[in-house]
């Protein structure tokens, strides 16, 4: 039996160590080397295209009651919010000026009527003189004159009258639609002016005007009928929807940035949402229900060297086997609509199929 040195146990360790220290750094390349591949399956589901607007709520269908008259406010009927009908009493004006006129205006309208009255009596008398051959043609003519003169005067006088019993009327503020009172700009005992605006009134508040300022990049894919969801401060957790009602081809310009207004009619059956709220919306420009998609990512990932024109149209698939170096095969399929997150497949593909959306070399781990 050989006797074991110190020596031979000082080689042996040194051997062992320098085989132990190859072999983990063999290892550790190898590993560095493996690719990792990340799938997810093709599905059915929805594509939806969006883009995102910033928003203001107001009011719909609203209506101004202006002041048509001038006045003292001596009462008001009406308050904020208050739900108000066709023809009610909100407001009540005292114009002395006004009433004074009418009872001038309307004093001379009854002399007026009276001289008319003694003119054609006065007419029809001279009438049948001239028939009975008492008086000449000519008289009977200056009775005729007279009357139509006085006729004339009377319906001057009655115009008159009417004019200033309408200016007394608009004295009286009455609610031209039935709805709710938005806004009022009256108080009593406080001057008012022909044209000042009294009250604002809407006929319901269930139904709101949102309105989008749409990029002038975008507004080309904007159109009427599109699906808008938006969502309020007030409200966060919460989102409304509407229909775009009109898309307005003025421009606003402000400095460098164009923009276009559309206007979306809304509902609020909850009456959440107030007038002047500002509103962060959705516009759905593109959606399709019920079709093949994969991630966006898939037609990104490139495990390979493709022409960059044949990107948009090709995924990789996984396969059972390795094709080459890869686990995957390259799909040239027929895409529809690219959404935000998704994009629709129509051919070349089945619900299920594995597509890969991430792809890392191994020299990259």
Known sequence: MQKVTKKKILVFGVMSTAVLLFFTAVRSCNKGKDNAFEYQGVT??????????????????AYRVLGKTSGMVIKVYADFNQEVRKGQLLAALDSPDIDQRLTKTGAQLESSK??????????????????????????????????KTVQYKYK??????????????????????????????????APAGAGAPFFVIVPSLKKMLLTISIDES??????????VYFTVSAF???????????VRISPITKGSVVTYESLVVCD?????????????????????DNVLRVPNQAFVVAPAVIPPDERKSIVWRKTGTMIGKLPVEKVKVEA???????????????????????FIKGSER
């Open 114 to 147: 009276l001289e008319l009255a003694i003119a054609k009596e006065d007419l029809e008398t001279k009438k049948s003189m001239f028939r009975d051959n008492l008086i000449s043609e000519k008289g009977m003519e200056r009775a005729e004159y007279n009357y």
């Open 268 to 288: 609020n059956d909850g009456l959440l949402l107030k007038p002047g709220m500002t509103a962060t919306a959705t516009v759905e420009i593109g959606r399709r």
């Open 236 to 246: 966060p957790d919460k989102t409304f929807r509407g229909t775009i009602h009109q």
């Open 336 to 358: 529809g609509l690219r959404g935000d997150n998704y994009t629709e497949i129509k051919k070349n593909l089945k619900k299920g199929d594995q597509i890969l959306i991430k």
């Open 44 to 61: 059915a589901g929805t594509v939806q295209k969006t883009i995102s607007v910033p928003g203001v709520i107001d009011m719909m269908d």
């Open 218 to 227: 975008d507004i080309g894919q904007i159109k009427k009928g599109q699906s």
């Open 156 to 189: 001057q006088m009655l115009i008159d009258y009417n004019i200033i019993k309408g200016m007394k009327a608009d004295t009286r503020i009455t609610a031209p639609i039935s709805g709710i009172v938005i806004s009022r700009n009256v108080e009593e005992n």
